[in-house]
């Protein structure tokens, strides 16, 4: 064999393992957007769930104000909706953000990077926010259990108050203490139920990626 006849034979087999190595990005690249396209539709699927309970409890609240007349229900679903109608915002903006998103396999991994980062960071504030509204609402759910419609704002949580501040004080705070525990837990497992294991699926997608491109 002549030094061009090794020359083409090495040419020809560098060629293929090239081409080999291009199928096989190609081939997992198209394998990672269909568990990424389908981890996309799931969390679509979480907003909208999380919109219809919203907007469910607002329509029963609704009718409830409608069939009953009571002044504690009317404060309860027009508190409920004033706290609740930020979350609609947020629930739609991600939610149409995450509909916009195109993966394509050129695009994949800056795709899934920008994804990973704004889901991050929903569910964080989405957290926070749950939190804080529980810190903020308890006082006047506490109020209105136990608020008395049939005597001029008769409420035996003030009257406790009055007659012994050391009490409430201490009632209050376990109470407290206890919905923020219980709310603390649930909300976790809650967001990891219906956004975490998804976002975890995105990330392994990521990864897939990145091994790909440092090994090839």
């Known amino acids: 064999m002549d030094l061009n006849e090794f020359k083409t034979l090495w040419k020809s087999h560098t060629d293929h393992q090239i081409k080999v190595k291009r199928i096989d990005i190609v081939a997992i690249k198209k394998v990672v957007k269909g568990k990424a396209s389908h981890a996309l539709s799931q969390l679509c699927n979480s907003i909208l769930l999380d919109i219809i309970f919203l907007v469910s409890f607002l329509a029963i609240g609704i009718v409830s104000m409608l069939l009953t007349e009571h002044q504690m229900i009317d404060v309860i679903v027009i508190t409920s909706g ?56 308890v006082p006047i759910v506490i109020a209105l259990v136990f608020y008395n419609a049939d005597k001029t704002f008769s409420n035996p949580i003030l009257e406790l108050a009055k007659a012994d501040p050391q009490l409430y004080a201490v009632i209050y705070s376990v109470v407290l203490v206890s919905v923020l525990i219980g709310n603390y837990f649930f909300t976790k497992w809650y967001l990891q139920k219906l956004y975490g294991n998804y976002i975890s699926t995105l990330k392994n997608c990521l990864d897939e990626l990145n091994e790909t491109i440092q090994y090839n």
């Open 82 to 137: 004033i706290v609740f109608v930020p979350f609609f915002g947020f629930f739609i903006k991600e939610y149409f953000f995450l509909k916009k998103i195109e993966l394509q396999t050129e695009s994949l991994r800056q795709v899934l990077e920008k994804v990973i980062i704004s889901l991050s960071k929903y569910v964080k504030w989405y957290f926070r926010a749950v939190i804080v509204l529980t810190i903020a609402v």
